[in-house]
């Protein structure tokens, strides 16, 4: 199978399929560099506390650095997860508390008993799913390919290889794009930080997914996205394995959610009515 393969629109189960088949097949094959300011401290977690150990508090992992699912408005963190987390809480009859820290830090600090659960536009893959436990898909999204406004050489993903990709540190983007034979892998904390690289000619093109990189270059003349079918996934909220409890009442508000229109509600708040 040629390399160019590797990228074409699948479906969740073909995210762990892809993912894995990367790795083991391509081994370490890319060429990554990693930013300087993503080598620092990476283990820990930015603005983290103690746990929390009050029964009238639960608390939200997330990453505030992907609007519109979350994203800070002056001294609050808002956004489309942020209200799902708040149904959440209003069903366990508890203040809802965010810790914000770095994407690549959820996942142990989750383990690590900094938060509850994780809801940072976080897609459930198996190579996740051996570490936490997933929720009910609560949002359908994909991969799209960020290219300077006046770039001709990149139209698909596979004019990908030979060039250098800007992606955000543990995000899946970083994931499918990190195993590809002939791509300069760039990891950056930040998505918009590699928009930013982008644009000051760093690196080529940038993976991300498709609504925070709306976000991204909205207002922006001299980056565009492409129009090309990508790799599509799911995102799930996460709990610590073996949380039943907390992972049944969390697929049960997403489900009302869904039943009483509420849900519709809060994605038109974000994203605008549905077409």
Do not use: H, W
Not at 123 to 138: G, L, P
Not at 181 to 208: C, F, R, S, W
Not at 214 to 234: H, N, S, Y
């Amino acid at each position: 199978m040629k390399q160019s393969k590797l990228f074409k629109v699948v479906s969740l189960i073909g995210i762990s399929v892809l993912t894995m088949g990367l790795f083991v097949g391509c081994g370490n094959s890319a060429t990554k560099t990693t930013d300087a300011s993503t080598q620092t401290a990476e283990a820990s977690p930015e603005n983290s506390t103690e746990p929390t150990n009050s029964d009238n508090v639960i608390v939200m992992g997330t990453n505030a650095e992907f609007e519109p699912f979350e994203y800070r408005d002056g001294l609050d963190i808002v956004g489309f997860d942020v209200e799902i987390a708040k149904a959440v809480a209003n069903k366990l009859g508890k203040e809802l508390k965010i810790e914000d820290m770095a994407f690549d830090s959820l996942i142990m600090g989750l383990n690590n008993d900094k938060m509850d659960f994780i809801a940072a536009g976080m897609t459930a893959t198996e190579e996740r799913a051996q570490q936490v436990d997933f929720s009910d898909s609560y949002f359908k999204s994909k991969q799209v390919i960020i290219v300077k406004a006046d770039n001709t050489a990149i139209a698909s993903a596979d004019d990908l290889v030979g060039k250098s990709v800007g992606v955000q540190l543990g995000t899946t983007g970083d994931l499918f794009v990190s195993g590809t034979e002939g791509v300069t892998v760039v990891q950056v904390k930040k998505g918009t930080q590699a928009v930013m690289d982008l644009q000051n000619g760093k690196v080529d093109a940038v993976v991300i997914d498709e609504e925070p990189a709306k976000k991204m270059i909205a207002g922006k003349t001299d980056v565009k996205i492409l129009e090309v079918p990508f790799i599509e996934e799911e995102y799930a909220i996460a709990v610590k394995k073996g949380n039943t409890e907390l992972l049944n009442t969390i697929n049960e508000t997403i489900e009302e959610l869904k039943a009483n229109g509420e849900y519709d509600k809060i994605y038109e708040q974000f994203f605008g009515k549905t077409e």
